[in-house]
């Protein structure tokens, strides 16, 4: 079954890059929208970002609009997410989720990966 591994984060200075993998087996993503949601110590979890699975037409939240970019990579079975001009409040843990079907308002399936961890500091 569906199983996702997130990978790609680590510590960074304000303004740095990072790029967040997630590649899943057991279920291709073609036509499948993904998304990645973040929690912080003591905050909710939130979306950050999702690709819809046909058009891949992509969503942000509004903090990350400009800064974020999501996209896929069909041959391996993957989805990123380019992070520059990381700030301070995009330290989280982050998690991709596998929509049932090609919308990012499709129900999430499969279990939580194990999250990776984005560090801002200077």
């Known amino acids: 079954q569906l199983q996702l591994v997130e990978s790609g984060g680590g510590l960074v200075q304000p303004g740095g890059s990072l790029r967040l993998s997630c590649v899943a087996s057991g279920l291709t993503l073609d036509y499948r929208a993904v998304g990645w949601s973040r929690q912080a110590p003591g905050k909710e979890h939130e979306a950050v970002s999702c690709?819809?699975?046909?058009?891949?037409?992509?969503y942000h939240l509004d903090s990350v609009k400009g800064r974020f970019t999501i996209s896929r990579d069909i041959a391996k079975n993957a989805v990123y997410l380019q992070m520059n001009n990381l700030k301070l409040e995009d330290t989280a843990i982050y998690y991709c989720?596998?929509?049932?079907?090609?919308?990012?308002?499709?129900?999430?399936?499969?279990?939580w990966g194990q999250g990776i961890q984005v560090t801002v500091s200077s």
């Open positions: 690709i819809n699975g046909g058009n891949n037409t992509p």
């Open positions: 989720r596998v929509r049932s079907g090609s919308s990012c308002r499709d129900p999430a399936i499969g279990p």
